[in-house]
Nanobody
Framework: QVQFVESGGALVQPGGSLTLSCSASASMFSIGVMAWYRQAPGKQRELVASIELVPRVATTYYADSVKGRFAISRNNAKNTVYLQMNSLKAEDTAVYYC????????WGQGTQVTVSS
């Protein structure tokens, strides 16, 4: 069973930036596609971004709410996926998780991102 460890969350002021990391216990080539999700208090988990892991030029997807502000990237040699978050807003406050799209593997503990002044 593949396991994920998310890190990099913090308290940040509106307009600030953060980079989240997701380390996988298996080769990215065996996973194929990775995604970042987030869950705010009282809300359902939502898909934020995804990236193909195998092609040399990866296709990415972003939710409309983060398009132009967030960037997903990968380092296959380190089995790690990143989420660069810029121009953060209060509504970005959530626990962020990584997984294969559809939640194919067990969920990790996530990393808390709080955007507040």
């Amino acid at each position: 069973q593949v396991q994920f460890v998310e890190s990099g969350g913090a308290l940040v002021q509106p307009g600030g930036s953060l980079t989240l990391s997701c380390s996988a216990s298996a080769s990215m080539f065996s996973i194929g596609v990775m995604a970042w999700y987030r869950q705010a208090p009282g809300k359902q988990r939502e898909l934020v971004a995804s990236i193909e892991l195998v092609p040399r030029v990866a296709t990415t997807y972003y939710a409309d709410s983060v398009k132009g502000r967030f960037a997903i990237s990968r380092n296959n040699a380190k089995n790690t996926v990143y989420l660069q978050m810029n121009s953060l807003k209060a509504e970005d406050t959530a626990v962020y998780y990584c997984n294969r799209p559809g939640g194919a593997y067990s969920w990790g503990q996530g990393t808390q991102v709080t955007v507040s002044s």
